[in-house]
């Protein structure tokens, strides 16, 4: 390993072990307007039980029926004073001042804890993982293991955690607030390993998910890109599924330069020169490049303007 990408690797784990972690004490985060509604400990056939927090806006449910935003790593959603690092998206805040200045429609956002020790499993596209020769995968789970990302022979479970999101969360979710349960008006956002199960959301639920917005999506999957196979995977995947995004799917990637986001200007682009071969443009593609910005929530937090626009824009 190179020892520019080792120090990335040295800078980078300590946050993302950190971010897996859940509060102690596990409050409710403060909000900017709106209200916050917890359904705790939230029951699933497919995966562990964790929390999702449902940020409801101020005029909740005056404009109703609502759009819903699906986002991951929930801990790190709302309020910086509850989070491992003091940072967090504020979408909120910055959801309501769209909302106010009629930027956006009138949507609610269901942010889903991460699984702790399960995240990395349960974010990691699994069709795309079984592209990869049985020697590939006995490496990349070495490494996992030796980072402390996941426990024993590392096997995805991504299929399993859409399950989860689309046959039980999503149902109840319609079923108990006001939205539009429609393809249209149900969208999906994370970050790093986030923008990857985010990605493999829409392309393996187009019919479910409008669009998808990928913040720093972590194509090489672990910690460095030299020898990497996972990035190729990647490529192969999306040649073979984007084209089954249905009229009206929405994407957006986008990246940084700095920290763990140095690692991926060469895979966006060669993400990007996909896109463009397969035929999306402006009207159902967009990717930002963040000159400058690292791998942090305050920098998707910088930038959160622009997916949402691309999404739920008026």
């Not at 990637?253 to 200007?265: E, V």
């Not at 400058?292 to 937090?301: K, L, M, V």
Request: charged content about 20%; some cysteine.
């Amino acid at each position: 390993m190179k020892a520019y990408n080792l120090t990335i690797v040295l800078l980078v784990l300590i946050s993302m072990a950190c971010s897996s972690e859940q509060p102690a004490g596990d409050p409710i985060p403060n909000v900017s307007s709106g209200e916050i509604i917890r359904l705790e400990h939230f029951p699933s056939v497919h995966v562990p039980a964790r929390h999702v927090d449902i940020w409801l806006p101020e005029d909740y449910p005056q404009d109703a029926p609502y759009a819903v935003l699906y986002m991951h790593d929930g801990q790190m959603v709302y309020d910086s004073t509850v989070t491992w690092n003091g940072q967090a998206w504020d979408v909120d805040g910055i959801a309501s001042q769209m909302m106010a200045d009629e930027d956006l429609r009138p949507f609610i956002v269901a942010a889903i804890w991460n699984g702790g020790i399960n995240r990395h499993p349960e974010y990691f596209p699994k069709t795309a993982f079984d592209l990869l020769t049985e020697d590939e995968k006995e490496t990349v789970s070495n490494t996992l293991n030796e980072l402390g990302r996941t426990e024993g022979p590392f096997q995805p479970t991504s299929d399993l955690y859409l399950k989860f999101l689309t046959e039980e969360l999503k149902p109840y979710i319609d079923g108990r607030f006001a939205t539009s349960p429609g393809r249209g008006d149900t969208f999906i956002m994370g970050s790093s390993m986030g923008g990857l199960i985010s990605m493999y959301a829409i392309t393996q639920y187009p019919d479910i998910f409008g669009g998808a917005a990928c913040l720093s999506t972590h194509w090489p999957g672990i910690f460095d890109i030299d020898n990497n196979p996972i990035p190729a995977a990647f490529l192969s995947y999306l040649e073979g599924t984007l084209p089954g995004l249905a009229n009206g799917n929405r994407i957006y990637f986008d990246y940084g330069d700095q920290t763990l986001d140095a690692l991926y200007p060469p895979l966006q682009q060669e993400i990007d020169e996909l896109m463009r071969r397969l035929g999306f443009d402006e009207q159902n593609w967009m990717t930002f490049y963040d000159v400058g910005a690292d791998h942090s929530e305050t920098a998707w937090r910088n930038r959160l303007h622009i997916p949402l626009r691309f999404l739920l824009g008026n």
